[in-house]
């Protein structure tokens, strides 16, 4: 069994048992065969409930076809992109449904050296294939399966970005949320001067506490409350698979995807002067404001991290951001990796000798709405709608993602999900009052035009 649906831009998701299953499993590692016609395949999983039982379809499946298997163990997705260019697989195999609900699983898949795969470079031959019913023709001698701990090679990479020695002997607060952050944080500083204080290590795929989301205000306040009561200097909260992270500072206020983006393109244009940034479409003003201070060169692309990474290459970046607390490095394949986008950020406030919150509002120029979330049946009607209600008088509108529109004081940006049926709206003002105005209006305008608010 096999949902279409389950084939999105970047990856595989969908409700293990419901939107696809077993034999839906089997088929999707044929269609990666016949596509890719990989002769080893690195395969690492998360937490996930399901993740076992379908690295064991994958691999069983793959060997059957002659494929040599990677067993890369428990891991994060960051891992899995650094596999793929350090070690140089035919494919990588990431099973996991990021910062979803534990019913959900899926796969991230990746090309040697870091390359992304999604529906225009492979899943879209891969989805085709599968829902063909054809079978698979080539045979060879069947594969085996290694076992491969990749963790001590991606800590050496991790670490050749930043300076250990510049770190201060820190209190942080980490909030793993089940995820695997639990396994990956211990292993990166157990050699620093940190006094780490561990919230929900432990591994478990049903995620008892909280979702492991960090746009969800309900799953930072845990750690929020924590940073304030153990008089903390900092917090980070991390998505299931690790790829995000979210900062919190001492007084217990979150730094947005915007403001952290800000902060270590500043820090990387200090090290790597006149060079590109490049920051997405959801991220508002400040973040090419400080490239520019900074003498770099800012490049505004759409959401995404198969597109980030594309267009990261093609400019020689040398860092990228997102709203959504994604970070890359090109110096780890380009993977999103909030493990180091963590570590960076501990060197930077070390060196700043000021608390987080003073560094936190060098950065908080603009007022932000965060992302709000909308079910709507006809989502590129809706967005019609609100251009038309709403970009008389603006000095400029653009299509790079959605529908971005802007004004001296203030701007928005209109798009659907890559991910969810959902239309996401971002808005970001100059000060507080004219962003619940802005909102206010917005929000009504789009419910009153049939749109559900989702708190997705």
Excluded at 58 to 68: N, S, Y
Excluded at 160 to 179: C, E, H, M, Q, T
Excluded at 353 to 368: C, E, G, N
Excluded at 428 to 448: G, H
Aim: aromatic share 10%.
């Amino acid at each position: 069994m096999i949902a279409e649906e389950i084939f999105k831009n970047y990856d595989i998701r969908g409700v293990w048992g419901k939107e696809w299953d077993r034999e839906g499993a089997q088929r999707i590692a044929q269609g990666l065969f016949v596509h890719f016609r990989p002769r080893t395949v690195a395969i690492g999983r998360d937490m996930r409930l399901s993740s076992e039982e379908i690295f064991s379809l994958f691999a069983q499946t793959l060997m059957k076809l002659g494929v040599e298997v990677w067993d890369l163990g428990l891991i994060s997705t960051d891992v899995s992109y650094f596999v793929s260019g350090h070690f140089q697989p035919d494919l990588t195999i990431m099973i996991t449904a990021s910062h979803n609900p534990p019913e959900y699983n899926g796969l991230k898949v990746t090309l040697p050296g870091g390359d992304s795969v999604s529906l225009q470079t492979g899943f879209g031959a891969v989805k085709e294939w599968v829902f063909s019913g054809k079978e698979v023709q080539e045979r060879r001698k069947e594969g085996k399966m290694i076992s491969k701990d990749p963790l001590e090679e991606y800590r050496k990479a991790v670490f050749s970005l930043i300076n250990s020695r510049k770190i201060a002997p820190l209190r942080v607060v980490v909030d793993a949320g089940n995820g695997m952050a639990g396994k990956i944080i211990p292993l990166l500083v157990k050699d620093l001067p940190i006094e780490l204080i561990p919230v929900y290590f432990d591994l478990d795929g049903s995620f008892p506490h909280h979702l492991p989301n960090p746009l969800l205000p309900e799953a930072m306040a845990t750690l929020q409350k924590k940073v304030r009561e153990e008089k903390a200097d900092l917090g980070a909260g991390f998505d299931g698979d690790g790829d995000r992270v979210v900062l919190v500072d001492e007084k217990g206020e979150l730094f947005s995807g915007t403001e952290m983006t800000a902060m270590l393109a500043e820090y990387f244009l200090h090290l790597n002067p006149g060079r590109v940034v490049c920051y997405n479409a959801v991220c508002g003003r400040t973040v090419p404001e400080v490239i520019q201070e900074n003498g770099g060169i800012p490049v505004r692309t759409p959401v995404g991290y198969s597109i980030i990474k594309k267009i990261m290459r093609e400019k020689k970046a040398i860092f990228a951001g997102e709203h959504s607390y994604h970070f890359f490095f090109p110096h780890l394949y380009y993977a999103d990796s909030g493990a180091t986008a963590f570590l960076t950020c501990l060197e930077i406030i070390s060196q700043s000798k000021q608390p987080a919150s003073s560094l936190r509002k060098k950065y908080a120029r603009w007022h932000q709405s965060g992302e709000i979330n909308f079910l709507v049946e006809d989502k590129e009607k809706m967005i019609a709608a609100v251009e038309k209600e709403f970009s008389p008088g603006a000095k400029s509108v653009d299509y790079l993602d959605g529908l971005s529109v802007w004004f001296p004081q203030w701007w928005f940006n209109l798009r659907a999900s890559n991910t969810q049926p959902l239309l996401r709206l971002n808005i970001e003002a100059k000060t507080s009052s004219l962003l619940a105005q802005k909102q206010k209006a917005l929000v009504k305008f789009i419910q009153a035009q049939g749109g559900k608010r989702s708190f997705e």
